[in-house]
């Protein structure tokens, strides 16, 4: 994160399946506020999932796929792309691994 300081904000696994969209569940606090994460860091473990940040769901043949054997981790930056990300597995059981952060400008 070139250019910036941030605070890790904890770890989450999510379990994608093909039958519905998940979202990230640590960004909201029980009273539905936000725990001030606008940065994520994610990994798939194996498989492949498909994946929209508009708040929209994905389907298992529609949104941009993400692999297990891409080489790079998929950076989320923003409070409105944390909230509207949804992901699905195309086939069978995928797991995410996220890291989340409070980064700002140095």
């Not at 606090?29 to 994460?37: D, H, I, R, S, V």
């Not at 950076?75 to 059981?93: C, D, E, K, P, Y």
């Amino acid at each position: 994160m070139y250019g910036r300081a941030a605070t890790n904000l904890g770890y989450d696994r999510i379990v994608l399946t093909a039958a519905g969209a998940s979202g990230l569940p640590f960004i909201a606090n029980a009273t539905g506020g936000q725990l001030g994460a606008n940065a994520a860091l994610i990994r798939i473990e194996s498989g492949e999932a498909r994946f929209l940040m508009d708040g929209s769901s994905p389907t298992t043949t529609g949104g941009f796929p993400i692999f297990a054997t891409d080489t790079a981790p998929l950076w989320l930056w923003g409070n409105g792309i944390l909230r509207n990300f949804q992901a699905i597995s195309t086939s069978g059981t995928v797991t995410l691994d996220v890291l989340y952060f409070a980064a700002g400008m140095m």
